[in-house]
């Protein structure tokens, strides 16, 4: 669809590999189920086969190795994305909760719209927990997200690493270009 329309504007939201298996492993069993789910979703599109992994390749993996796939191939469809339209940037979301401000400028200038960055950044979009909607700072969320990632780091750092040679082998960046704000 976007083919059709060259002169769209996107924003893809993302979060950093390390963000990202932290809350996998901090949600235990939910997040876990989740990524596998996600998994069989991406086999059935295709999208796992840019890693040429088998299906019990696949299937014998961690819970965390599994995570970081289908990260690395939604990483390949947001770099393939902002590779085909000029118009797309990228943003991770620790850019977006330490510069609130400035990524929601940004957001405006992209759109054309006239927003009001400083207003929408100290309201509840930003001081909200985003699953029980209870008031939640960013020291909070980073106390809860370093606290997840304490508990599951060494089994994080493996996967890390281990993702960071599978994306180079494929091809697949780990920081998406077109950033909406540097």
Known sequence: MTAMRPDLRGLLLHAPLPVFLGSV???????????????????????????????EELYRQTDLQVA????????????EAVEKHDGFRTLDSETLMARPTECLAALGALFGFDLE?????????FSTHSKDRSDFSLEQRREERDRGQAVHAREIAMVLEWTRQLAEHAGVPIDLPSRLID
């Open 25 to 55: 492993a901090r949600k235990e069993i939910e997040g876990r189920a989740w990524v596998r789910e996600l998994m069989w979703k991406l086999i059935q599109a295709g999208q796992a086969e840019r890693f040429n992994f088998t299906t």
């Open 68 to 79: 970081a796939v289908g990260w690395l191939a939604q990483q390949a469809l947001f770099a």
């Open 117 to 125: 960055a400083e207003e929408i950044a100290a309201g509840p979009a």
